[in-house]
């Protein structure tokens, strides 16, 4: 008689001793990543397509009540109501001067809401030379600023709601020079 023998079998062991160390690295820095891929929409309105004909009074009204920052190479100038020059404000020798911008805007800002006006838009007019970081630091400084409320900084709304636009090109530099003296004097 033939027997047949049975071979034993062992089970193999897991050994995961070096995928939970693994593991224990992996996650953490995984979870530190996470942190640094935020990521930050910015919300931009952009002009409707519609026939000019067609706006009512009202559309006409709204639009010539316009907050415009135009963005040219060697000024920044501030228009409100749409064509009313309000303040010029020349670069400095480091480049456009931010902190008057947002001193400025906040005094327009007080005016506004004095007045019982609530505006939260403005558009920016950029030349087409403008570089990117100027315009992202354009609106960033537009939008809001830091205040100190109760001993903590807290970032106080200027203008939230951003258009973008080009900024109509003068034709008679002469022209532009007597706009940046009389809105400096201002």
Do not use: W
């Amino acid at each position: 008689m033939l027997r047949k023998t049975r071979i034993k079998r062992q089970d193999a062991e897991l050994d995961i001793t070096s995928f939970m160390n693994l593991m224990i690295v992996l996650v953490p820095v995984l979870l530190m990543m996470m942190v640094f891929s935020h990521i930050t929409v910015l919300d931009l309105k952009l002009p409707e397509l519609t026939d000019p004909t067609l706006q009512s009074e009202n559309e006409e009204q709204e639009e010539d009540e316009t907050l415009e920052l135009m963005v040219r190479d060697n000024q920044i100038e501030i228009y409100y109501p749409q064509t009313y020059l309000l303040k010029t404000i020349p670069n400095t020798d480091e480049g456009y001067d931010f902190e008057s911008l947002v001193a400025v805007l906040k005094q327009v800002k007080q005016l506004l809401s004095e007045r019982g006006i609530e505006k939260s838009d403005i558009s920016i007019l950029l030349e087409p030379q403008i570089d990117y970081q100027t315009i992202v630091t354009l609106m960033d400084r537009s939008r809001s600023y830091k205040a100190v409320v109760v001993a903590s900084v807290v970032d106080a709304e200027l203008f939230p709601d951003i258009s973008l636009g080009d900024a109509p090109q003068v034709s008679n530099p002469e022209l532009l020079e007597a706009m940046s003296a009389q809105g400096g004097s201002q």
